[in-house]
């Protein structure tokens, strides 16, 4: 059994277990992060069943997105902080973003989806632990946000994302994340949608999101090793 192999045993056993201790079973999408890592080691999760998966920095994503075009059944994320003059790489290579957090991302998202592609799945990034220097839109600015995109033809709102600061103690980690599922609930109450996503959950607290709800773990270091960032500058 190779290494990558068993790193995805293990992941899936957590998501299952977790699952389990939370009448939750089938319930969880493995989102595989992949950034910094080669194209050859996402074709290898690829053999391995594997078909979603995150990126964060768009030049190396697309490297990636190109030269794996074709694997069948390929299903990429944009994770990442977006700057508008990305909007349409974005919007032409990737089926979802999870990281939007101001309408006029979301307005060149939605100009710029190419009309032969189905309209781009979309993921609110919310900014739970209120700390000054994250991305994300807070709480407040959600009702508004929520209006405007869910008009938006070439987009498809599909839920709420987040990065909850580190807790020591599990408990106190899952708070954040019970804030955020209340926020999907009553958002969807609120503005008679169905959004179905809750992109929440990492290596470190994926049990403490599954436990509040997670509908998709985006996991990184569990899966491929820790990353390597000193080729970047
Ligand atoms: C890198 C990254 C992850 C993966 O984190 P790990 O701790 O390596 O599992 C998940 N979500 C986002 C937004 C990331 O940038």
């Known amino acids: 059994m190779t290494l990558l192999k068993s790193q995805f045993d293990q992941v899936f056993e957590r998501i299952h277990e977790a699952e389990r201790a939370n009448g939750r079973e089938g319930l969880v999408k ?20 594997q078909r979603d998966f995150g990126e964060n920095y768009l030049q190396e994503a697309v490297d990636k997105i190109t030269r794996l075009s074709e694997l069948d059944g390929l299903v990429w ?30 307005k060149r998202l939605n100009d710029q989806r190419p009309d032969d592609l189905p309209p781009l799945n979309i993921c609110l990034q919310v900014n739970i632990s209120d700390e000054e220097s994250k991305s994300g839109a807070t709480l407040s ?15 498809q709102l599909r839920g709420l994302m987040a ?6 103690d599990a408990l106190k980690q899952r708070v954040p994340f019970k804030k955020l599922a209340d926020t ?22 994926l049990e403490a999101a599954i436990a509040e709800g997670a509908t998709m773990v985006r996991i990184g270091t569990a899966l ?8 970047r500058n």
């Open 163 to 168: 990065i909850p600061a580190p807790e020591e």
């Open 77 to 106: 994320h944009f994770i990442g902080p977006i700057q508008s003059n990305k909007t349409r790489e974005i919007a032409t290579h990737f089926h979802w973003v999870h990281s939007v957090d101001r309408l006029k991302i979301a």
């Open 184 to 205: 999907l609930e009553s958002l969807n109450r609120e503005h008679h949608l169905n959004m179905d996503t809750l992109s929440m959950g990492m290596t470190g607290d």
């Open 141 to 155: 600015e959600l009702p508004e946000l929520v209006a405007s995109i869910s008009q938006l033809s070439r987009l």
């Open 224 to 231: 491929f090793g820790a990353r390597d960032y000193s080729s």
């Open 30 to 49: 493995l989102l595989a992060v992949s950034k910094t890592k080669p194209a050859e080691m996402v074709s290898e999760a690829w053999q391995l069943g």
